[in-house]
T-cell receptor, first 116, second 115 residues
């Protein structure tokens, strides 16, 4: 069975603080994809990043960075120098190549509040 | 830009009513999805479609049906709305999954309240 756990329900930080959102996954697939999406107050989920299971290289995009560790089945997301516009719900998601077909499993989400 | 448009942002319906949620995408995507989002549960897949007139059940299809008569349009139908179907409904589309799991593009969501 596939599962995505985002243990942090809500996080509150002050602007310019760094914040890390945790994501732990379970899958029996040897090939799989991990995603992060952002859902701002407007409601529309916005794709942030995709990672496949063979690429453990960490990625940085501006203030965003992602740490993929297969050994601990984690795909954590860090925002550096957070801004008020980062306030949103963030979802981690998993899609297995061999099982689950077209299904993508989402975590419960982490709501991030960034205060000015 | 990819555009996925859901026909309503907010809907209030009565118990027992037949409810239609409409979704249209403009990127010629083969795959379309309906999710339900509830606090603490994330997004759960209701139905998906990988081609016109094709549909597959997701994880929670009970009480729902879908229709895909045209490639760009995917409708979710609540045959007889119940209060436990009060939720946020999200439509998404994605290109063909040719061995790679590509990201989905989401609509803005429809918040449905059944009273």
């Amino acid at each position: 069975a596939q599962k995505v756990t985002q243990a942090q329900t809500e996080i509150s930080v002050v602007e310019k603080e760094d914040v890390t959102l945790d994501c732990v996954y379970e899958t029996r697939d040897t090939t799989y994809y991990l995603f992060w999406y952002k859902q701002p107050p407007s409601g529309e989920l916005v794709f942030l990043i995709r990672r496949n299971s063979f690429d453990e290289q960490n990625e940085i995009s501006g203030r965003y960075s992602w740490n993929f560790q297969k050994s601990t089945s984690s795909f954590n997301f860090t925002i550096t120098a957070s801004q008020v516009v980062d306030s949103a719900v963030y979802f981690c998601a998993l899609s297995g190549l061999n099982t689950g077909g077209f299904k993508t499993i989402f975590g419960a989400g982490t709501r991030l509040f960034v205060k000015a | 830009d990819v555009k996925v448009t859901q026909s309503s942002r907010y809907l209030v319906k009565r118990t027992g009513e037949k409810v239609f949620l409409e979704c249209v995408q403009d990127m010629d995507h083969e795959n379309m999805f309906w999710y339900r989002q509830d606090p603490g549960l994330g997004l759960r897949l209701i139905y998906f479609s990988y081609d016109v007139k094709m549909k597959e059940k997701g994880d929670i299809p009970e009480g729902y049906s879908v229709s895909r008569e045209k490639k760009e349009r995917f409708s979710l139908i609540l045959e007889s709305a119940s209060t436990n179907q009060t939720s946020m409904y999200l439509c998404a589309s994605s290109p063909p999954q040719t061995g790679r799991r590509l990201e989905a593009f989401f609509g803005q969501g429809t918040r449905l309240t059944v009273v």
